[in-house]
């Protein structure tokens, strides 16, 4: 039998999105603390559209941000993956790897754990020469995920998709190169 994820760590497993995950994800895009380095929370509807692109984007690529799920208790946690983004910073296209995890996640390492096994993937199945991150630069937690993954910081920008003057609109990308894992 096939496995559904397409990554497992030593506690999690990445995979595709499915359709009954929408509830627990609308419950962390719609929570204020994860949403807090975002210019606001999702509707339930922006929840679904978010699915559906995660759906797309991995039937034509390979990809995605992947819904994780714990392996021992066989729980959607929130995602960690890989996008294609195209918005202007100065370096796009570019691939993107980025996290969301519900707030009983937090603080067990799985944003790194999930992270590291995507740059693994990114670079030795995908063979993509580089990832990027992206963070407000308020955001020092996910600024820190990045560090402890190995990415470097590369540029700072203005967020083209954050209105101007909002506290969010200021952005840290972070890089790290395929001969850099």
Request: net charge negative; with cysteine.
């Amino acid at each position: 039998m096939m496995s559904k994820y397409v990554i497992t760590t030593k506690r999690l497993g990445l995979r595709n999105w499915q359709d009954d995950d929408l509830s627990l994800a609308h419950a962390m895009n719609s929570d204020e603390n994860v949403m807090k380095f975002f210019p606001q929370v999702w509707s339930m509807q922006q929840t679904k559209n978010f699915i559906s692109g995660m759906q797309i984007h991995f039937k034509r690529y390979g990809f995605s941000y992947f819904a994780v799920d714990r392996l021992d208790t066989n729980t959607f946690i929130g995602f960690v993956g890989l996008m294609h983004q195209t918005y202007a910073t100065g370096f796009d296209p570019f691939i993107d790897i980025g996290w969301r995890l519900l707030p009983e996640a937090w603080g067990h390492g799985f944003a790194t754990e999930g992270a590291t096994a995507c740059l693994d993937f990114a670079f030795s199945e995908l063979n993509l020469p580089e990832i990027y991150a992206i963070a407000p630069e308020l955001n020092k937690k996910s600024q820190r995920v990045m560090q402890k993954i190995g990415m470097r910081e590369y540029t700072h920008f203005e967020h083209p998709k954050i209105e101007e003057n909002h506290p969010l609109r200021n952005c840290v990308a972070y890089r790290i190169e395929a001969n850099q894992l």
